[in-house]
Structures are given as C-alpha cells and as structure tokens.
C-alpha cells in the first residue's frame, strides 16, 4: 500500500479485491491463512525467488528443515526438488492444513510436520539445508532469523547450506510530506474537540510500512550492513552514515529495505527500485521535520538490536539523526528517536484506591529506562 495522511487503507488495483476483504475474528478459524500466508502466496516475486533458490541448493535424498512453514509452499518446493525428507516446523494450528496440502499432492510421505517452536524442537538428525522465509523489517527485524541461526547452530551439517544465506541492509535520507503527514496527523489539530497531541510522541518513534519512489531520496542510498547468518551476530546492527544532500529539501525521515541472497544467483530485494514485494519499505519518520542544503550533512546513527527485550517486544530500532552545516555550525539540528518511545509506560493514578503502581510496571519502567539511556545514540 501506498501510504496517505488520509487513513491506511490498502489500495487495490480495480477489480473484486477492492470491495472484500477478510476480517480476523475468533468466530472462524485459520486466521494467520486468510489474513496473512494468503498475500505472501500472492506475492509472486517473493515466493518464486525462493522456490527458484530451493531448486538450485536442495538435491535428491537431501534432509531438509522448512522452519516457520506456514502454508507449507516452501516444504513441497523442497520435497518436489527431490528432498528425502523435509522437517515442516510451524508453531500455527495452520500446520494442519498445510498437512492436508502435502496429503492432496502426493508429498505427505517425505514432509514430516512439527507443531512447535523451533526452540523447543528436537530432530533425529542432522539436516542438509535449512530454509526460512525469515525475513521481518529491513530483513532482520523481528524474531525468525534469530530461531533459524538457533536452529542452524544445533541441526545443520557442517556442510550444509542456509536459504538465505546473507541479508543486507539499506537506507536513505527522505522527503516526502505525505509520509511525514501521516505520521504527525495527531498533531494537525483536533479531534472532535479534543486534544491528543500527546500521541505524537509514540507515533513518531514507530515503525511504518510503506512504498517509497526514488524521486523522494535526498542522497544516495547507504549499506547499513551485510549480515551472513551462520557467522555474523544477527541481534545486533550498528552504523554511523553519513549522508551528503544531492539536492535541497525537508528532511522527513530514511528509507529502509534489505537485499536477501538466497542462493548463487538468486536474490530477492525490497527496494524501491526492485519489483514490489509485500515487505515495502521500511519508513522511520522525524519528530519533526529538519531543512536540508546541498552543503549540509546528514548523519545518521542507526542501531537495531534483537537481544534486549522489553515488554514482549522483540528488540528495537534506533535512529539518532543530526544534519549540519560547515559554513553555518551554529544551525545544527539533532534528534534522538528509538521505538521504545512508543511502548506505553503506565502512568501513576490519582485515585486512592490505585496509588501505587504495580511491582510489574515498575520494573518495566525501570528496564526501559536503561536500555534507552544505554543503548541509545552511543553505539559502539
């Protein structure tokens, strides 16, 4: 979708999709079928890239682990291109109809299916090739390529191969007033006669997906990193950028995505210059909106870690940014942003009966108040 400041409606092509979509309720079953793996099916770039590197890697009698196997595509992929056996690993009661899908195409011999967290897996053998389509917020967001570096380091042959191999990350200084005008709506005024400026603060250190042109880039796109995921620390990424304007403009935000080496010669990538995936682009706005000049700098102090939980979250993302002026050091304009800004904390009440915050909440507090103060904008 593209994102509006009008609201964040998917927008679809003309057709039957623009007047039906599904409503996840507890009424109906298969939620995480119909309202998530049925796009991720629908995306043709994403899925063929991962059969393609499936039918490169995985040879006949070959041990395969499917880990986070949803639908179970990549689990029939893998036993089509000849695999003895396939380990389908998924913690959703969605496991139960893939199983009915390997059934109805002749593969349910070969794909044994495992209803569990991968943590708490336990295989008779080791495995040839382990393939997960892990990838969250420019790649490595989130909590699967974590579990499949786990699962790897526990299961997989000395010799044997990752699908994918290597994510790496990408961004970009941005403007674009719709972007930033959708973040900053709370803001813009009031809300049937209400003041909720207050939620500005959460939606400006939250995380946006969005489709972003290259027209809006206010200098050349930046590696982050490249990661290998058997070798490289996947929980922590770290950089200092720094960004010359090639034009001059209002600065909004950066432009997230990553490129996934999948095999030799297969890569899948959400850039704005690639065919459109279902991951976008990742948007990380401004507080506020900072001018720019051909001869400024934009430097941006980006951090992402998946090893420091706090309240269920997996991890968090930081962006520190600081745009300066050789000729004019005095105009130098700083923000420090991190997406524990948007986790609620609970605020003491008034009331009698509810005076003390509970032992929970203050621990809670306690720990976010660390990380940020430790981990924020002082990377190493």
């Known amino acids: 979708m593209d994102i509006t400041s009008e609201n ?37 770039v994403r899925t063929e890239a991962f059969i393609q590197a499936i039918e490169c890697v995985v040879r006949p009698g070959q041990v395969v682990v499917d880990l986070g196997s949803g639908s179970g595509i990549l689990a029939l992929a893998c036993a089509r291109a000849g695999a003895a056996r396939v380990y389908a690993i998924e913690s959703d009661s969605l496991i139960f109809l893939a199983q009915q899908a390997a059934q109805a195409n ?6 044994i299916f495992i209803h569990q967290d991968s943590r708490r897996a336990d295989l008779p053998e ?40 290597a994510i790496t990350l990408f961004i970009a200084p941005v403007e674009s007033p719709l972007h ?38 206010l200098s050349r796109p930046q590696q982050v990193a490249a ?30 995505w990553f490129e996934a080496s999948l095999a030799d010669g297969v890569t899948l990538s959400a850039s704005p210059l690639a065919p459109p995936t279902i991951w976008r682009q990742l948007y990380l706005p401004l507080e506020k909106e900072l001018p ?56 003491e009440t008034v009331h009698a009966c509810h005076s003390e915050r509970s032992e929970e909440s203050l621990k809670t507090n306690s720990k976010q108040n660390f990380i940020e103060q430790n981990y924020f904008c002082d990377s190493k």
């Not at 002749?106 to 794909?111: D, V, W």
Request: with cysteine; charged share 20%.
């Open 292 to 347: 720019v000049a051909t001869d400024s700098l934009i430097q941006l102090n980006f951090g992402l870690n998946l090893g420091l939980r706090l309240a269920g979250e997996p991890g968090f993302f930081r962006w520190c940014t600081e745009v300066t002026c050789p000729s004019r050091p005095a105009e130098t304009m700083s923000l420090k942003q991190i997406t524990l800004k948007s986790i609620p904390r609970k605020v």
């Open 180 to 217: 930033y005008e959708y973040v900053h709506v709370w803001e813009q005024g009031r809300f049937y006669g209400f003041d909720l400026a207050t939620f500005q603060k959460t939606a400006s250190n939250n995380l946006y997906i969005a489709r972003f042109r290259p027209e809006s880039f």
């Open 8 to 44: 964040a409606v998917v927008s679809y092509s003309p057709g039957a999709e623009a007047s039906i979509a599904y409503i996840p309720t507890p009424l109906t079953g298969h939620p995480a079928l119909m309202g998530f793996h049925r796009h991720l099916l629908a995306d043709t």
């Open 227 to 256: 990661v290998q995921l058997l070798t490289a620390n996947v929980t922590e990424v770290s950089a200092r950028l720094n960004f010359a304007p090639t034009r001059s403009g209002r600065l909004h935000g950066f432009c997230g």
């Open 106 to 111: 002749g593969l349910a011999e070969r794909i």
């Open 126 to 165: 080791k495995v040839d090739v382990i393939v997960s389509e892990c990838l969250g917020l420019m790649g490595l967001g989130g909590t699967m390529v974590p579990a499949v570096v786990d699962l790897a380091r526990r299961y997989l042959k000395p010799d044997g191969r990752l699908i994918p191999q």
